[in-house]
């Protein structure tokens, strides 16, 4: 029965079939409307490129090739081009024992058989994931779940996808010469659709924006030819001055494309319905080819109604645009993905928000973007100099733009600007005869050019092709290129802070209404049933642990029990106050009324230090140093007078304080001269700060400073040898250890990725850190010194404690789903190389990968019989939720904990993944541990999101990227211009910490 029934799913249709005309008639009026009236096509429609040859002409038609013999077999192409899953030769030469095991662990984890083949999500590996024995595993889920906590009726934004599992889905590679972009591509396939319904038998395929084109049926034939023609103006017909011909635009002709598609693989559902399966052999991969289809289908409809920005749709229809300064937007959308978890396939849907570039002049958005650039439009005679130059170029490149000087539907690209000023401009007419760029424009136009001064645009990256600034303006629908201010980033991150009931209800208008992934036909095309339902399920709240707290010298032991779960030390010390003997103080600016508060400062923060149990002398080595804040743009001196201080000191210095008027550049250099050539730990703050000098201000000062100089803030009172004998036994320790890479933004193409490294240096309390920092090769994500870093990390520990540990728990942030494979191949083989350096030393690793950067969002179920009501209502949940059932893997070892409390916003839990658990850790054992060590968190009184030995690495990896931050780098950064994109540059290594400062936690 299945065998025929594939049969008729693949059986190629005819003209006859399913009424071909019309099937598409729905899809042909819903194109019409967005064609004309669609606010997301005009955007779409500016951002096409401009600048592309024109081929010969041919006319329109439609030739059918012949078929491919009935005989042929499909596989996908891309299965060809797979890289192997076996283990690879490791990056680190260590002794075979050390090696990425492949089935055969150490003795310490023989329970690998309660393992599963790790599921990659990446967009390169689609095929099958290798079922040899060699295949590297991921950690299954231990148990059924954990059973510790209060449950309470939760709902999650993951909305349950049917499908039909013998629905087979046709992947047609589709190739469009010339290349086009996504937006282009999209208008060339909507066209192509509408005028070949025949040929492609009624059918409505999803495309992805590139070579992959998904139908539920077959077409007419498996090779398939089109020409389709849009109207684009191209390179050959461009001026010098971006226009085309004087003919109007109607009687110009069209970019011509050619599209070939050709069948390459079909896609059964069956083995995905096997893999979600409850009783599916655990070896079975997941289908990835088979769910980007349904992903695709999924966001056909919204791409073309929306602005598509990664796996977000932005669109004005979701409550307009907001101002957020600089000449940018921010625009509301929503963020959508298929995942398979326990309870099946499942849609999570989120509210997003993002910065787009506003639809103004270039003048305007000069003046809003750059502060010197302000009274531009009152300053006409203006002309740019220096860096001026360099800093406008920069804001614009790569910005779309139209003219307004003429009516036209032509889009430019900005490559740069012009060497010469706008008056200086001369080009050469269609006759060779030269023209003076601004009588030009008054000759044909009748426009005085205003800023003839400034620069044109260059719009063309191979010839020379100008347009004024003043006559152009940008087009909307952009994602903002540049980084986002301060106030830019405060401004977009309200408008994201949405309470969980609105929050709620603008998913729940997305799922219902016209722009969402319920919207269109392409869903019931594919046979495809999403629930307009949240995900129901039950959550548990984990108890809050006891903590350790000074008390003059005694312990005391507390429990939080407010709803927020923060403690207060009104009647307690930190467990560990650190005495400060030695410091100075320097300020950097500041009015001489800022000045006079200096002393009044001083007393009130020592005299706060003293109640938290903190020595903070009273007496400087030194009276305050007044510094002029012109000092931090001067690398040099700012050197020389911090190590004046540190002489004055007799190089005894603890606690350099440093007072600033405002926030500065300058911060790096100060941050990366204390803490590598001085050799002392700093902390920094704002002269508008020490004016309120309130109670909470001061107290947290004194815990980052108490931190810095080697004490801590709090401690599990139960021992973890305590709460986990089995693992944790008297004689065996271990040490937790977080892993960051941060890396340089989005526009920089040169400067290197940081990695940090931290690691636990006391047992069993587990409360202090070190850390090291490397950088390495630009973007690139595996930690290429980690086995390096492990081993020095491992050194300290074993320098403290007189023997290394017994197991290592390590906490892997910043990865995504994409990399699991990748990370766990290459970094826990890195880890196990690092303890080969020491004889005979196999500990037992478990390697969790920590995600903040997901969007499965947690709400209380308010309807549920079982809530506790109304102290629920329009709030977060509480802290301690844990969720692992319904929403998380399906097989896999994973849950999400929302260890803190909300109070901006709707609550975002943390993902965690176990990779790698050669422990064997229950479910609740290691959900109580990662809760408890939020708890432990060293600067402040409440428990964070972020499991503390990820949240350290974190910080170190920003340190470590404040160190590349020169103020004086504008020469490096005009070197690198020069270098090709392609060229991966050598990164720049890290100064080398000072011994003073590497034994502490400098980085919080």
């Known amino acids: 029965m299945e065998e025929t029934e594939v049969s008729k799913t693949n059986r190629k249709c005819t003209t006859k079939t399913r009424s071909c005309r019309g099937a598409i008639e729905p899809h042909q009026h819903q194109h019409q409307h967005s064609f004309h009236n669609g606010f997301c096509f005009q955007n779409r429609f500016q951002t096409y490129p401009a600048l592309l040859p024109l081929p010969p002409l041919i006319p329109l038609h439609l030739p059918v090739t012949s078929p491919v013999p009935q005989n042929q077999k499909f596989g996908s192409k891309t299965h060809l081009h797979k890289t192997s899953w076996r283990q690879k030769n490791p990056p680190h030469a260590a002794s075979s024992d050390t090696q990425v095991p492949v089935f055969s662990v150490s003795q310490a984890s023989e329970g690998l058989q309660q393992q599963t083949c790790l599921s990659v999500r990446g967009e390169d590996e689609r095929g099958s994931i290798s079922n040899s024995p ?26 349950l996808v049917q499908f039909d599992s013998s629905q087979q889905i046709l992947h047609y590679n589709v190739e469009i010469s010339p290349n086009p972009s996504k937006e282009v591509a999209r208008m060339i396939k909507r066209k192509l659709v509408e005028e070949n319904s025949v040929v492609l038998c009624g059918a409505l395929p999803a495309f992805d924006g590139r070579k992959n084109l998904y139908s539920p049926v077959r077409f007419q034939n498996d090779k398939l030819e089109f020409f389709v023609g849009l109207p684009i103006p191209t390179a050959k017909s461009l001026l010098p001055l971006g226009e085309t011909s004087d003919a109007p635009e109607k009687d110009q002709q069209l970019k011509l494309f050619q599209i070939n598609i050709k069948l390459v693989s079909k896609l059964d559902g069956r083995e995905l319905n096997r893999y979600l399966g409850k009783d599916g052999e655990d070896w079975v991969p997941l289908p990835q080819e088979y769910l980007h289809a349904l992903d695709i289908v999924l966001r056909e409809n919204p791409t073309e109604k929306c602005i598509p920005v990664g796996r977000s749709l932005y669109s004005s229809s979701m409550g307009g645009t907001k101002d957020i300064g600089g000449g940018a937007v921010g625009f509301r959308g929503f963020f959508q993905s298929l995942r398979p ?64 000087h003429r009516k036209t539907e032509q889009r430019y690209r900005v490559y740069g600007l012009t060497e010469e000023a706008t008056e200086n401009l001369w080009f050469k007419d269609r006759d060779g005869k030269n023209l003076r760029l601004v009588d030009y424009f008054k000759d044909h136009y ?43 980033t405060a401004r977009i991150l309200r408008m994201g802070c949405q309470k969980p009931r609105e929050r709620k209800a603008i998913i729940d208008g997305v799922m219902g209404g016209p722009i969402g992934p319920t919207s269109g036909e392409h869903g019931r095309e594919f046979k495809l049933d999403v629930s307009r ?16 707290l000074g008390d003059g010298g005694h312990v005391r032991d507390l429990t939080p029990s407010r709803h927020d779960r923060q403690w207060n ?24 009324d800022h000045n006079s508060n200096i002393l009044r400062f001083i007393n009130q923060l020592s005299q706060r230090c003293a109640q938290l149990g903190i020595f903070l002398n009273k007496n400087m080595i030194l009276s305050p140093q007044f510094e002029p804040i012109q000092v931090l743009n001067n690398v ?14 007799s190089k005894n210095l603890q606690l350099l304080m440093c007072i600033m008027e405002r926030r500065h550049k ?51 009172y139960n021992s973890l040898p305590s709460q986990i004998p089995r693992l944790f036994g008297p004689d065996e320790s271990a040490i937790f250890m977080g892993a960051d890479v941060t890396h340089p933004h989005p526009l920089d193409d040169f400067s290197p990725s940081v990695a940090a490294v931290v690691g636990s240096m006391n047992w069993p309390e587990a409360n202090k850190y070190i850390s090291r920092m490397r950088s390495q090769t630009h973007r690139q994500e595996i930690i290429q010194d980690l086995s390096a870093m492990v081993g020095e990390l491992l050194e300290d520990f074993y320098h403290e404690l007189a023997k290394l540990p017994r197991r290592i728990i390590f906490f892997r942030d910043g990865v995504s789903e994409t990399q699991f494979y990748k990370v766990l191949q290459e970094e826990l083989q890195a880890i196990k190389a690092a303890c080969s350096k020491f004889p005979g030393y196999k500990p037992s690793i478990t390697f969790a990968v920590v995600q903040k950067r997901h969007h499965t969002r947690l709400f209380p179920n308010e309807t549920d019989p079982s809530a506790t009501g109304a102290r629920f209502f329009n709030e977060n949940i509480p802290p301690g939720t844990v969720v692992d059932t319904v929403i998380t893997h399906p097989k896999e070892f994973d849950f999400y904990l929302c260890s803190h409390w909300g109070m901006k916003g709707t609550s975002r839990p943390t993902h965690y993944h176990i990779l790698w658990d050669e422990n064997r850790f229950t479910s609740d054992e290691l959900q109580n541990l990662v809760h408890n060590l939020c708890y432990t968190f060293i600067r402040c009184t409440n428990p964070v999101s972020l499991v503390p030995p990820a949240y350290y690495a974190h910080l170190a990896a920003y340190r470590g990227r404040l160190y590349l931050e020169r103020s004086d780098s504008a020469a490096f950064s005009r070197t690198a211009a020069t270098m090709s994109r392609a060229t991966s540059p050598k990164a720049t290594p890290l100064p080398k910490l000072s011994e003073n400062v590497k034994k502490f936690m400098f980085y919080c």
């Open 134 to 159: 060699r295949a590297l595993v991921a950690a299954r889920r231990p148990d059924s779940g954990g059973l510790d906590g209060l449950v309470i009726p939760l709902l999650a934004n993951h909305f």
């Open 341 to 404: 978890t326990q309870q099946g396939l499942a849609l999570n849907v989120d509210f997003s928000v993002t910065a787009f570039h506003e639809s103004i002049g270039i003048i305007p958005f000069l003046q809003k973007r750059l502060e010197f650039l302000f009274d531009l439009s009152q300053r006409k005679t203006r002309c740019l100099v220096g860096e001026e130059k360099k800093e406008v170029e920069k804001a614009l490149k790569n910005i779309r733009v139209f003219v307004c």
């Open 446 to 488: 009748n426009h005085d050019i205003q800023f003839r001064n400034l620069p044109c645009l260059q719009i063309s990256r191979s010839k020379p092709c100008y347009l004024p600034m003043e006559l152009c303006m940008i087009c909307e629908g952009q994602k903002f290129l540049g980084k986002l201010s301060d106030d830019q």
């Open 533 to 548: 339902e949240m995900t129901k399920l039950n959550g548990r709240v984990l108890q809050p642990p006891r903590l350790k």
């Open 569 to 592: 030390l009104l009647d307690s010390h930190v467990l560990e106050g650190a005495r400060i003997e030695s410091w100075a103080l320097v300020c950097f600016g500041g009015t001489p």
């Open 636 to 649: 040099s001196l700012l050197e020389s007078k911090l190590k004046k201080i540190q002489r004055a000191s």
């Open 666 to 716: 300058g911060y790096a250099d100060l941050k990366r001269i204390a803490e590598t050539s001085v050799g002392v730990v700093s902390q920094c703050c704002l002269y508008p700060n020490l004016s309120k000098l309130g109670s909470q201000f001061l107290t947290n000062l004194a815990l980052k400073i108490n931190a810095k100089v080697g004490g801590c803030t709090v401690a599990l």
